[in-house]
């Protein structure tokens, strides 16, 4: 007898390209893979969820998606979110006046609809991406009898720096005390969730996320070529370090004067980021490249000698595997979880901008340092399917379902 | 009769590097080597192996008048006793003193120079063996490479240079279903010349003359050479196995391992490791040196005999130890025929654990590429520098082979990754090159 999962989501692919969108997406084509039969509820706003169904590949035929009214528009962007709900917070804390309004009564009413959108369907465990549906899914596992999973792809502590909006926190904390048990998406999440949210390590397993990158390495063209390309790709946001990336920068430049830097995506911290590389004389040498569409960063990942992600706090990182698929050896932040499923590659902590700088001039100058870190960490995408991944969280379900 | 049982016991520490920036590249007389960590290391392993140890393996010695060991300590090792622990070297002197304990050659500075310069090789080799004479009195007349790196060419080098022994791993595809219990030679075959010149050049300091009168090729400086295969089975049940519970021998007593060793047969059972061993890798607490205790006394009682290298190679060579065809019979000495390198480490067996990958290979052909220039200087302590440079471990740490993602695993290595040993040694190397380049001017 297949497992039956009664999935709570907030975002799926095409309408949100956020983390958390990709992943519930894989997940819920590894699942079914493996014959599990999924139904997975969105709180789309009307006639938004068409696109999402339409997406569906044949295999995918099982899985029914329930609409659930929302006043909530889909986020535009996970730059939004995170800008809207982090800066709101920062100050005082609380509920901010702006947006968290509008998505908490979203979140309540996606909570109060849960039973009675799913009454029919009888579920083995019900699953949950992420606070927002955790409500949501805490309701319905109670309403019908079975285990209910926290899945946890990021905390409110990640988005921002540690400074959470408290209501965003108490929901968090509140769906991972309800939770019978929590998948989180690396060790680095789980040992937050222990530290931070006082919650068990024995209720709490890592699943890592798996890729849908296919390794594509281009041969080797470039790599004495006059202006090294150094990478950073990702929202411009305190979360992911675009800071320690320039003054990283600053250090390899001294050294390696040809050196250029591109920081490609946006966020609201770019102007700031403008005027210190102009304060750090590297106005020439920093490209802000923008929010970039997926061909350009392939041809970016192709460029870089190097690919940096300087993460404060990374729950997975998604963007390192990338930049792995295609060719660029990375440095990435130990404060990240992709770091725990890539070892070919260095890992500096991120506040170490001297070390992180060391390691980027090591790479440049260091050839067969780079060639073995692009021909080694293909391999983790081999290992790192999501069909692999959704048979972990298959046997997370079989272990709470017998506990239950 | 009972086969005769060797010990031979590894002890080596390398020089770990510190943690260099490219800003230390070029600054006057930056220091390669991370001492503190250095003197740590040592001084843990001192107090949990050598020490404890060397004291229980002195009062066996004291007890047990036929019991019998041998070592070999690498130069890099002794010159860190000298900097983190006199009495380190005091204990083995003391081991020394009691006559029946044998000291082996290796590179001084446990390098893999063999593979890449034979005159580098040999100024290893002779300045090791001066060292283990002055310190332990004795000239060494077995030779065993860095982890038992060996061909059939390093035999007849270590011949040469006037070994009558040298050690090997028993690897099982050149045994090919021969038993590792007797000493075998290389193949014959004469060097080539230019190689053979180097040797001579080398051979007359390294080693006196073989002692007369003991074994038929005493009396030839140049007589054949034997090669002492490691039974890797049942050294590895001590050094390996010992304390795994999943092992089916687990818990290893003294009395089943002396019966599988003796059941084992044949002429020697050559067991080869790690002096760590002993309380570091096996900690205390496994009974490790309970065991290690016991051994001689159970041998003592049962009449088995141990024997160091050159005493198994001697009693291979007596006459009445002639076994298995009757008295009088002649013992054939079969063939071990290694054309390509074998090597203790890993499944493989072969130099894979140091020249798996570009990096090592980088970093290895990186460091002999300033053989001549290091030697032009005549300055000895870049010469230190750069040999302290070679020693294996060094590429060990670069190996990758197991680095498996997401598993962190049992590898030792004192840095993070084998990425991080990379960046380390090729600072080094810069650092080198450009005194070496500053000397040149």
């Not at chain 1, 090591?362 to 991944?389: D, F, G, I, K």
């Amino acid at each position: 007898m297949s497992v039956h999962t009664l999935m709570f989501g907030w975002e799926y692919p095409p309408k949100h390209l956020g983390g958390l969108g990709v992943a519930c997406q894989g997940l819920v084509r590894g699942l079914l893979k493996h014959g599990a039969k999924v139904t997975l509820v969105l709180p789309h706003g009307e006639g938004e969820g068409d696109e999402g169904l339409n997406l569906l590949s044949p295999t995918e035929t099982q899985r029914h998606t329930v609409r659930v009214k929302s006043m909530l528009q889909p986020y535009d962007s996970p730059e939004s979110f995170s800008k809207r709900v982090s800066l709101s917070s920062i100050p005082k804390g609380g509920a901010g006046p702006l947006y968290a309004g509008d998505l908490g009564a979203a979140v309540h009413e996606f909570t109060e609809l849960s039973v009675e959108m799913t009454k029919d369907v009888s579920p083995d465990v019900v699953h949950s991406h992420d606070w927002m549906t955790f409500g949501a899914g805490a309701k319905a596992a109670h309403y019908h009898h079975v285990p209910f999973v926290a899945h946890v792809h990021a905390t409110e502590l990640d988005r921002t720096h540690f400074h959470p909006n408290e209501w965003i926190f108490a929901r968090e904390r509140e769906g991972f005390m309800k939770a019978d048990h929590i998948i989180t998406v690396s060790q680095f999440t789980k040992n937050i969730l222990i530290r931070e949210y006082g919650i068990s390590g024995d209720k709490i397993d890592v699943v890592h996320n798996g890729t849908t990158d296919a390794p594509q390495i281009a041969p080797i063209t470039t790599l004495q070529e006059t202006h090294p390309l150094i990478l950073f790709i990702g929202r411009l946001t305190v979360q992911k370090g675009p800071f320690h990336f320039l003054e990283a920068a600053r250090i390899v430049h001294a050294h390696l004067p040809n050196a250029r830097f591109v920081l490609a995506g946006e966020g609201y911290l770019l102007p700031e980021l403008i005027e210190r590389s102009c304060s750090l004389g590297l106005s020439e040498d920093v490209i802000f490249a923008g929010r970039v569409t997926q061909n350009e960063a392939k041809s970016l990942y192709a460029r870089a000698r190097c690919f940096v992600m300087p993460s404060t706090s990374e729950p997975f990182g998604l963007v390192a595997l990338e930049a792995i698929a295609h060719g660029a050896p990375v440095i990435l932040s130990k404060q990240s979880g992709v770091s725990e499923v890539v070892s070919h590659a260095f890992h500096i902590d991120f506040w170490d901008i001297e070390k992180l700088a060391d390691c980027i001039i090591t790479v440049l100058r260091e050839e067969p340092l780079a060639l073995q870190l692009r021909s080694e960490a293909v391999h983790t995408l081999h290992r790192l399917t999501w069909e692999n991944q959704a048979a972990r969280v298959l046997s997370v379900y079989d272990k709470v379902r017998t506990r239950f | 009769m009972a086969p005769l049982i060797s010990f031979y016991f590894q002890v080596h520490q390398p020089y770990r590097l510190r943690d260099l920036r490219v800003t230390d590249i070029g600054r006057e007389d930056i220091d390669y080597f991370d001492h503190e960590k250095n003197r740590a290391v040592f001084r843990k392993v001192a107090e949990k192996c050598y020490l404890p140890a060397n004291r229980l393996l002195l009062s066996l010695l004291q007890t047990y008048p036929d019991f019998r060991i041998s070592f070999s300590l690498s130069g890099v090792f002794l010159d860190q006793c000298e900097e983190y622990g006199e009495d380190v070297l005091k204990s083995f002197q003391a081991l020394a003193e009691t006559g029946r304990v044998e000291f082996l050659a290796e590179t001084y500075y446990h390098s893999l120079s063999y593979l890449q310069s034979l005159p580098e090789f040999c100024e290893q080799v002779r300045k090791h063996a001066a060292k283990i004479k002055m310190l332990f009195g004795k000239s060494p007349q077995i030779f065993r490479n860095t982890e038992l790196v060996y061909s059939n060419e390093l035999a007849h080098v270590a011949r040469g240079l006037g070994f009558k022994g040298i050690l090997a791993e028993g690897a099982d595809h050149i045994l090919a279903g021969r038993s590792p219990n007797y000493p075998y030679r290389p193949p014959s075959f004469e060097l080539p010349k230019d190689m053979q010149a180097i040797i001579r050049k080398h051979r007359t300091n390294a080693n006196e003359k073989r002692p007369p009168g003991r074994g038929r090729t005493g009396k030839t400086q140049n007589g054949p050479i034997h090669v002492l295969l490691k039974n890797y089975r049942l050294a590895d049940d001590v050094a390996f196995r010992f304390s795994d519970k999943s092992w089916v021998g687990f818990p290893l007593n003294a009395e089943t391992f002396t019966a599988w060793a003796t059941a084992s047969g044949g002429h020697c059972v050559n067991l080869y490791m790690d002096f760590e061993t002993f309380g570091e890798h096996q900690w205390e607490d496994t009974g490790i040196f309970e065991f290690l205790k016991t051994l001689p006394r159970l041998w003592h009682d049962w009449g088995i005999k141990t024997a160091t290298p050159s005493e198994v190679i001697d009693a291979w060579l007596a006459p009445h130890r002639t076994e298995g065809t009757g008295a009088g019979g002649e013992k054939e000495t079969g063939v071990f025929d290694a054309h390509t390198f074998v090597s203790w480490a890993d499944i493989e067996r072969d130099l894979s654990a140091w020249r798996g990958n570009r990096i090592q290979e980088a970093a290895f052909q990186g460091i002999y590429a300033l053989e001549n220039a290091v030697k032009e200087t005549n300055d000895s302590r870049l010469l230190d520098i750069w040999r302290r440079l070679q020693t294996s471990d060094h590429f060990y740490y670069m190996c990758t082979k197991y680095w498996n993602d997401g598993d962190v695993h049992k590898y030792f290595s004192p840095y993070e990754s084998p990425y991080e040993a990379y960046r380390r040694y090729s600072h080094a190397l810069c650092d080198l090159r450009a005194r070496l380049e500053k000397c040149r001017r």
